[in-house]
């Protein structure tokens, strides 16, 4: 069974940043897409930062500028570092892993990680 455990959530004030970590120890990442995606209460599921294989990339407008997804295939982890962080950002993040690019950027990703909260205060 492929396990996705995100971490480095957390409570940060307006301004700040955060760098979130996604790892498996049962799938090896690099040669899937891979992606963070947020969920606020009381409101759908949304993509924020996509890369695939090559390390393409894809972000939500709202976050263009201030986060950066990335990869680091040796620790088969991900990485959604966040700065300038606003109280909109507040949601639970979550990583997703598919091998069809389409399929993850449409939030129907194969497998997806329990979540970590990210609470941005004013």
């Known amino acids: 069974q492929v396990q996705l455990v995100e971490s480095g959530g957390g409570s940060v004030q307006a301004g700040g940043s955060l760098r979130l970590s996604c790892a498996s120890s049962?799938?090896?990442?690099?040669?899937?897409?891979m992606g963070w995606f947020r969920q606020a209460p009381g409101k759908e599921r949304e993509g924020v930062a996509n890369i695939d294989s090559d390390a393409n990339t894809k972000y939500a407008d709202s976050v263009k500028g201030r986060f950066t997804i990335s990869r680091d295939n040796a620790k088969n982890t991900l990485y959604l570092q966040m700065s300038s962080l606003k109280p909109e950002d507040t949601a639970m993040y979550y990583c997703?892993?598919?091998?069809?690019?389409?399929?993850?950027?449409?939030?129907?990703?194969?497998?997806w990680g329990q979540g970590t909260q990210v609470t941005v205060s004013s």
């Open positions: 049962s799938y090896t990442l690099r040669n899937t897409c």
């Open positions: 997703a892993a598919d091998s069809n690019w389409f399929r993850l950027i449409d939030c129907r990703a194969t497998f």
